[in-house]
């Protein structure tokens, strides 16, 4: 269900009012206690993409409390980029925020709110991607090198060319557990270099990232499968 103007059920007519022009807030990306919500813009509006962005916004006010950092989406699939699965804390004070993309996310950011404002957000992917690259490289830095050269020309999603996956575990909570998995083959290809590890790490209640282990190699954890296995 998506809060509209022209879907009023879930809302009220009071609520939907205060959703900016051209954006919906979807069911999926409501706050427990539905106070809070993300805008998407309206794509059919604009027929191609523009540079609108999604926001965390106060629905009993409509005060927009901030814009969400990193690649955005639309209020339906565009592209391989689609909502994904928005994640609170059950007390309503954190927002794991997904946007998916063909492999992997195109973003994954955590906001923290205290008292209806954000005291901070971080973007995980970023973060995520820098750390188990340089980590990747320093641990095996001839295939490193060759790999990034195979995957030269994979476009600005692919960071040096590899494909990174990466995920939070529940519950949503600080300290937030984070796993990431990089591999220079996602759809196994003979030939080429191919380099895989992994990694876990934390967000802690400052919202920063910090690296707990890291080991070259595909990983074998239970509850979290990268999406190209």
Known sequence: MLLHLGHLALAGC????NIPAGFVVPEST???DHHYGVTCPIFSERKEPDDRVNSLIDLKTGRLLAS?????CYDHLVGHTDLGPSRWSKDGSLLLW???GKWFPDALVLLKLTNGEVLWQTDILTAAQQAILRRTKEAAP????KAKKDNAGNGSAYPEGFTID??????IALPLKIRVALTSNPKTDVGGAIIESHLEGIIDANGEFTVKEFHLGPSDW???KPSWQ
């Open 98 to 100: 997904k946007v998916n």
């Open 30 to 32: 409501l706050s427990p």
């Open 166 to 171: 990466l995920g939070a575990i529940d519950p």
């Open 14 to 17: 009071a609520l939907a009012q």
């Open 142 to 145: 001839q295939k490193y090198e």
């Open 222 to 224: 239970k509850d979290f």
């Open 68 to 72: 969400m950092v990193g690649f955005g």
